[in-house]
């Protein structure tokens, strides 16, 4: 689902600041352990920031009952991630390199292939982004290749 309205730059700044501090990259196997996805997510206590992000970027917003409260969380739709990374880029501090192995994760979608496997390069190079990913998310620096 598209959000209502378009993000301005402003819109990019303040959601990279919220992300960097409640928001999450993850590259994860799907599917039984065949494929690998991505995942972007950003969780908070209360909904009102969720929604807002829901507006511009579209998407689901889940609640995880917890005590004492509940969580809940935004999931960017697949085809707005790009998007969502890209227009957050120049504004992050914490979560830039997650967000640039994103971008990269996502070039290697290959829209034309509909469910057949990807190469065998592209399927390589998407594990190792989701090995360093997981590094990262866990706060483990790596050489850059």
Known sequence: MKGKLRPTKLDCAYAA????GEGCVCAARLYGGKGIGLIVTVSQN????LEWLKDRWGGNILEAKRIPRSVFRWQCPQPRIEDF???MLPYLKVKGEQARLGIKFRSLIDTTRCGRSLPPDNQKLREEIMEKMKRLNRGIR???S
């Open 85 to 87: 990374l890209v227009g």
């Open 142 to 144: 790596y050489a850059a």
């Open 17 to 20: 600041g919220f992300f960097d």
């Open 46 to 49: 209360t909904i009102s920031s």
